[in-house]
T-cell receptor, first 109, second 113 residues
């Protein structure tokens, strides 16, 4: 089975930086995904890491360390519209996604 | 349509009734998935299909069935609904190759009384 842990909630100020950590234990590994989900809406894809290191995409960056079973999503220059849940998901040996419970980020003015 | 659609948007259902949630995608994706999302538990995989004509069980398949008669449609059936099946149900699709992102439908909010 899969075990994926991420913080339940985080709060940050507009313009600041927030880092959402995700740790995982899986049987097999074929990559780690981050999704964004606004309240009442569907999850949307943010990033994918399969090799160790940092992937940067505009204000969002995602990091992976396979040996440590660890990833983080970095959100820079926070905007009010970034208030959402952020879901960490691991693709296991069967290529199926297992999701963490999600981290709700609240951006305050 | 463009993308993935689900119907109905929401439904209130009496326990014991049969219900089919519909999912259609027009991206010609091989793989399709059904998840349920419950507060504090995240998304959990119910059933999946790697390609038309094949289906498989996910993490929480009991009480649900699926079929995949063609590439576009992947209905989820609750044969006899129970209150514990109250949830938000998301359908998703992907190309089916390793490392591909999944695209999610807008979800169906189901309440079983």
């Amino acid at each position: 089975g899969q075990n994926i842990d991420q913080p339940t909630e985080m709060t940050a100020t507009e313009g600041a930086i927030v880092q959402i950590n995700c740790t995982y234990q899986t049987s097999g590994f074929n990559g780690l995904f981050w999704y964004q989900q606004h309240a009442g809406e569907a999850p949307t894809f943010l990033s994918y890491n399969v090799l160790d290191g940092l992937e940067e995409k505009g204000r969002f960056s995602s990091f992976l360390s396979r040996s440590k079973g660890y990833s983080y999503l970095l959100l820079k220059e926070l905007q009010m519209k970034d208030s959402a849940s952020y879901l960490c998901a691991v693709s296991g040996g069967d290529y199926k996604l297992s999701f963490g419970a999600g981290t709700t980020v609240t951006v305050r003015a | 349509i463009a993308g993935i659609t689900q119907a109905p948007t929401s439904q209130i259902l009496a326990a014991g009734r049969r219900m089919t949630l519909r999912c259609t995608q027009d991206m010609r994706h091989n793989a399709m998935y059904w998840y349920r999302q419950d507060l504090g538990l995240g998304l959990r995989l119910i059933h999946y299909s790697n390609t038309a004509g094949t289906t498989g069980k996910g993490e929480v398949p009991d009480g649900y069935s699926v079929s995949r008669a063609n590439t576009d449609d992947f209905p989820l059936t609750l044969a006899s609904a129970v209150p514990s099946q109250t949830s938000v149900y998301f359908c998703a699709s992907s190309t089916g190759t390793g490392g591909d992102e999944q695209f999610f439908g807008p979800g169906t909010r189901l309440t079983v009384l």
